[in-house]
């Protein structure tokens, strides 16, 4: 089970951390993402890192102004949000990738665990 926190209504150029929790099982192994989806849009992919924490990929829309790390010991996955802007209101929602985590994968097909989201709102 994965559970997200830290989301919430903030103005924009505020910051939040998102946190991403895993019960009942160990998360090392696998690549974790971050996806959110806005009203009315698909689903998005936001950013993704491997299971060491070698490898991370953004989306280019949040590119320099967001940080995914994990913490293994603590079996939590983060999202450190920066210079929010309106346009990233969504709920966020993390996830586990299907395989084992040698690259940050950024494909919705590539995880096949999710948890409940977290909303995310930054007003003008």
């Known amino acids: ?3 997200e926190s830290g989301g919430g209504l903030v103005e ?4 939040l951390r998102l946190s991403c929790v895993a ?3 160990t998360l090392h192994v696998h690549t974790m993402g971050w996806f959110r989806q806005a009203p009315g849009k698909e689903r998005e992919f936001v950013a993704s890192i491997n299971w ?3 490898e991370t990929s953004y989306a280019a829309s949040v590119e320099g102004r967001f940080t995914i790390s994990r913490e293994h010991a603590k079996n939590t996955l983060y999202l450190e949000m920066n210079s929010l802007k ?3 209101t969504a709920i966020y929602y993390c996830a586990k990738s299907r395989t084992y985590g040698t690259t940050s994968y950024r494909a919705i097909e590539d995880y096949d665990a999710w948890g409940q989201g977290t909303q995310v709102t930054v007003s003008s």
């Not at 924009?12 to 910051?15: D, F, L, R, T």
Request: without cysteine.
């Open 1 to 3: 089970q994965l559970v």
């Open 12 to 15: 924009a150029g505020s910051s």
């Open 23 to 25: 019960s009942g099982r």
């Open 52 to 54: 060491n924490g070698a």
């Open 86 to 88: 309106p346009e990233d």
